[in-house]
């Protein structure tokens, strides 16, 4: 039976309203996964959440092992992945507190462990990655968004940023000129390796700041918790009703 998956990162480290909860660990070829698989039911439906950073939010995105949490999933019987995770904005459109479903990535990430196709090969294997996101899972997003009566923002290039630091100001005049509306730092290698593992996987991304320079000199991490805690009461809505 398959299983919808979640992965939340900042702001979401845990999911609410699940009935019979339980937790599992669950090993891997490629070592231990963030944290525990925490399964149980929405509305229901069977659902299993992996905290990206860490149930105490202690794994920077840079060491978080994206090849362990995947297969995880993978193992559990996953089919889709809502990815959940939290962006600065460079789009007007796209305030904070805003949830958007990117539909194209770029990933400026380096030195991370990004394939499950690099040792013992019997021929060199490369993926499609024309379009990074699952369209029927999107589908199904977009359908939620609009069921709870969000703006549905599902047009936007998601630029993969190495982290931990956030970007400077000319940083971002960089990202906006490669064509780029939100910036984060984990949908890569993330999205890949959903990909070569045959899943469906998409991005619901949280506004949570203006991009470094958008608005003043620096960024206030106390405005970033406020717009994550408002964005992710969103979010809790858009999962309740994909399940449905």
Known sequence: ????????????????????VHKRVIKTPYG?????????????????????HGYGHTIPPHKIN???????????????IVAVAAVGSMNQTMPPASLV???????????RSSTYFEEDLEHVVHIDFTNPYSTTLRDSLITAMADVDLPVLNKAVYACTQGPRLETAA???????????LVGMTGMPEAGLARELKLNYACCAVVVNWAAGLEGDEISMDKIEAFASKG????HRVLTALVL
């Open 232 to 235: 992710m009461d969103k979010v």
């Open 32 to 52: 231990e996964p963030s944290s525990a698989l925490t399964f149980g039911t929405l509305n229901g439906v069977e659902v299993v959440f992996l905290a990206r």
């Open 171 to 181: 940083e971002v005049v960089r990202l906006e000129r490669d064509g780029c509306d």
């Open 101 to 111: 479903l990117p539909n194209q990535l770029i990933d400026y990430t380096w030195g």
């Open 66 to 80: 994206y090849q362990a949490n995947i297969w995880a999933l993978k193992e559990a019987g996953a089919t889709n």
């Open 1 to 20: 039976m398959s299983v919808l998956a979640i992965i939340g990162g900042t702001g979401l480290s845990k999911l609410v309203d699940l009935d019979d």
